[in-house]
């Protein structure tokens, strides 16, 4: 993810001293996370916090886009139930349930992939805040001789 790519939001400070977390996105409720940069930042570090940030848009574009599909088609689910029973009807919990039940079905293949990715992403993001934690960890030593 590059910065020229995407807007930033114009709620996320420009200079920081720490990462900073914002408020969720309104269709994907994924928070944006600015990633502090150290100036004395090593290639590993560097590596770990763009993967981190790709990572991120990944996980965003997915849930914004489920999320997308789900109101759309929860919406004329009660819509199409509507014209059927009429339109001061309310729906019942349990016509709900029944969308429910039926959407996560049909997205069950699309979920588990999802699940998949998600933990390769995880597993290689550990790997390499492993080998950044002892580089931090040396960097803090040397501040405190």
Same mark, same amino acid.
């Given at each position: 993810? *590059?910065?020229? %790519?995407?807007?930033?939001?114009? !709620?996320?400070?420009?200079?920081?001293? =720490?990462?900073?977390?914002? $408020?969720?996105?309104?269709?994907?409720?994924? @928070?944006?996370?600015?990633?502090?940069? $150290?100036?004395?930042?090593?290639?590993?570090?560097?590596?770990?916090?763009?993967?981190?940030?790709?990572?991120?848009?990944?996980?965003?574009?997915?849930?914004?886009?489920?999320?997308? /599909? !789900?109101?759309?088609?929860?919406?004329?689910?009660? *819509?199409?139930?509507? =014209?059927?029973?009429? /339109?001061?009807? /309310?729906?019942?919990?349990?016509?709900?349930?029944? !969308?429910?039940?039926? !959407?996560? =079905?049909?997205?069950? @293949?699309?979920?588990? %992939?999802?699940?998949?990715?998600?933990?390769?992403?995880?597993? @290689?993001?550990?790997?390499?805040?492993?080998?950044?934690?002892?580089?931090?960890?040396? @960097? /803090?030593?040397?501040?405190?001789?």
């Amino acid at each position: 993810m *590059e910065d020229s %790519q995407k807007p930033e939001p114009p !709620f996320l400070p420009k200079h920081i001293k =720490e990462n900073w977390i914002g $408020p969720p996105d309104p269709v994907s409720k994924i @928070r944006p996370i600015r990633h502090f940069i $150290p100036e004395n930042e090593t290639v590993i570090e560097k590596l770990l916090r763009e993967k981190h940030a790709n990572v991120l848009e990944w996980n965003h574009t997915y849930w914004k886009k489920h999320n997308k /599909a !789900f109101k759309r088609e929860r919406r004329q689910f009660v *819509e199409q139930l509507q =014209e059927r029973q009429g /339109a001061d009807t /309310a729906v019942t919990d349990d016509q709900m349930a029944d !969308f429910y039940r039926d !959407f996560m =079905e049909r997205n069950q @293949r699309k979920h588990r %992939q999802y699940n998949l990715q998600w933990y390769g992403h995880s597993a @290689r993001l550990l790997g390499l805040a492993g080998l950044v934690a002892p580089l931090r960890l040396l @960097r /803090a030593l040397r501040l405190l001789r």
